[in-house]
């Protein structure tokens, strides 16, 4: 069987979810996935991004990530997303590109996408859980499979505990759980039901 290609598609403006897309990157390449690891494109002003040291050293250390295109959805056998919490929900981003999809949605093109979201907030309870779950409403319209981790490894636990999808915490010295271990078990994880899925078509 030909190796799973895995499309993560981030947004991040100081950087949390480019480290969370990149770990998982590692873990699907461990489980012998082809990987690309891509950016929505930004909607925020320049000025704004000029306002905030932090947003601005991001964007110029991910200047050479590309942007995602609908292209890359359908080359994908499975896509993990990573997105900061934005008052509960996903960032404006991420729905930006979401709402483009629906060309390649109407012609089936999204249906039995493996899926997969991470999330991050300032707090435990900032809205990291309720992130990922409406990304996920988006994908139940796909017609995708959601692959969490669940409680499937222990690594689970000492990440936090997040079933829905592995998240973090992060104040003003970085990430307060450390949660590589989880991001690359989630990615391997999610590997794996595309490559029962893909296996199940061929």
């Keep these: 069987m030909t190796s799973v290609n ?4 981030y947004y991040s403006s100081t950087g949390t979810n480019y480290k969370l897309a990149n770990w998982a990157g590692e873990g699907a390449k461990e489980a012998g996935a082809e990987v690309k690891i891509l950016k929505v494109p930004e909607l925020a002003p320049q000025s704004a991004i000029e306002s905030n040291p932090a947003w601005k050293a991001h964007v110029e ?8 295109t609908l292209n890359d959805l359908e080359w994908a056998d499975a896509i993990i997303f990573s997105v900061p919490t934005r008052f509960g ?4 981003q991420m729905k930006q590109f979401l709402d483009t999809t629906g060309g390649i949605w109407s012609k089936g093109k999204l249906v039995n996408k493996v899926v997969s979201a991470m999330s991050s907030a ?10 990922i779950l409406s990304l996920y409403t988006t994908m139940y319209h796909w017609g995708a499979i959601v692959a969490t981790p669940g409680y499937t490894d222990p690594v689970t636990y000492s990440a936090g505990g997040n079933p829905y999808g592995t998240s973090v915490t992060v104040g003003e010295n970085g990430m307060k759980e450390d949660v590589q271990a989880a991001v690359e078990y989630q990615a391997k994880r999610t590997v794996t039901v595309a490559e029962w899925v893909k296996k199940g078509n061929q």
């Design 122 to 131: 300032q707090n435990p309870h900032g809205g990291q859980e309720a992130t």
């Design 6 to 9: 895995v499309a993560i598609i």
């Design 61 to 68: 250390e991910a200047i050479d990530v590309p942007e995602v």
């Design 89 to 92: 929900n996903m960032p404006a």
